[in-house]
């Protein structure tokens, strides 16, 4: 993890937020949220799902465990994957008027890079703000504020101590979620350049880590991925070849059948004729 992309300058900004409100993300899940502007600092903790946030005409991948920040006047927007709604918990707040025109990097980190413990502390820690914030008790903002500022500085701390760390463990997360995504999204036209551009690395690079971490390439594990649909989908319904290729991510009934002989070595009919018997 490249502190960089958070400069520790910034962090002792953030030792004093003041909160405005806390928002659960989990219920109901977070599908969409229209694009649109306000006037304080944000920052949104995805524990679950996947999606896309839109930041100032910038569009990132959400996975599980990741970080964002709104500044003020910052456009944003959320967009929830079919499958997968995000859940998360959302702040509010600002840095008083001697910080208010700071800008931060709208990804501040993903918390699953770091060590399990680590990951444990700070997701507890932004929990519990998020609690303290919405039980109304006396001092709740107070109380919340300087958890929420624990939160921050913990985060500076664990991401130097790891940064040069083996990246074997992320590594494996990545491939995780697109091995996940693969097998969520293969009736879409995927393409190795797809895949690497949803984790954010160029598709040569993924493609060895993924080879590396999983066994087989990104390619071998999506065209593994449609077999298994279309093999389903071929014995369990009636519907004609060309539309179970296209409902595997084959622009034609041609490539479809030639794939799946390739893979199973029986055409479609075939195989749906052994499945009937």
Known sequence: MNVE??????????RNPSVIFSEDLSWPALRKIQPH???YYQIDYFYKG????VINRRTYRIKAGDVYISNPDDRHSFLADRERPMQGISFKFTLGRKNRTLRFPNFLANLNVLPAAQFR???GYFRKASAEANSFQHGHFEIAAALLSTFFLLLV?????????????????TCE???EYIQLHCDSPLQLRDLG??????????????????????VAALTEARMERAKHLLARTRLPVSEVGSQTGYRDVYHFSKRFKQETGESPLRYRAKQKR
């Open 5 to 14: 992309s958070w400069p520790e300058k910034l962090s002792g900004c953030l």
């Open 37 to 39: 502007v306000h006037n």
């Open 50 to 53: 996947s999606g896309q946030v």
């Open 121 to 123: 502390e700070l997701d």
């Open 157 to 173: 701390r664990y991401l130097k101590a790891n940064e040069n760390a083996p990246a074997n463990n992320a590594d494996k997360r």
């Open 177 to 179: 979620f697109v091995m």
């Open 197 to 218: 551009a949803l984790v954010g690395l160029h598709p040569r690079y993924l493609c060895q880590k993924f080879s590396k971490e999983m066994g087989r390439s990104p």
